[in-house]
């Protein structure tokens, strides 16, 4: 069993950044596959980014590339989501998710883990 905590959300005004941290514990997270997703209220969880077990290679939604950077620490069991010109739209819960065979995958059935979230909320 895999064990996920996300931190780092709040609010902050368009424009600002925050950086979401998810820390895992229980299995040897550099094994794992690690994507973020996100889901607004009234709709359903969408994918965000997803990194590989090096952190080698990423990918990203088209509503956040160029925006969002994940990034990951094997040393800490920990990914990370920087996500900078934050927008209205980007407002929801952003929740970490943890896959040993989902590489790539933005489909959330496809991940055995996952966090309990944490909101962003970004103000206009």
């Known amino acids: 069993q895999m064990s996920l905590v996300e931190s780092g959300g709040g609010l902050v005004q368009a424009g600002g950044s925050l950086r979401l941290s998810c820390a895992a514990s229980?299995?040897?997270?550099?094994?794992?596959?690690m994507a973020w997703f996100r889901q607004a209220p009234g709709k359903e969880r969408e994918f965000v980014a997803t990194?590989?077990?090096?952190?080698?290679?990423?990918y990203y939604a088209d509503s956040v590339k160029g925006r969002f950077t994940i990034s990951r620490d094997n040393a800490k069991n920990t990914v990370f989501l920087q996500m900078n010109s934050l927008k209205p739209e980007d407002t929801a819960v952003y929740y970490c998710?943890?896959?040993?065979?989902?590489?790539?995958?933005?489909?959330?059935?496809?991940?055995?883990?996952w966090g309990q979230g944490t909101q962003v909320t970004v103000s206009s």
């Open positions: 229980g299995r040897t997270f550099s094994r794992y596959f």
């Open positions: 990194i590989s077990y090096t952190g080698s290679n990423t």
């Open positions: 998710a943890a896959d040993t065979t989902a590489w790539n995958s933005r489909i959330v059935r496809d991940y055995d883990y």
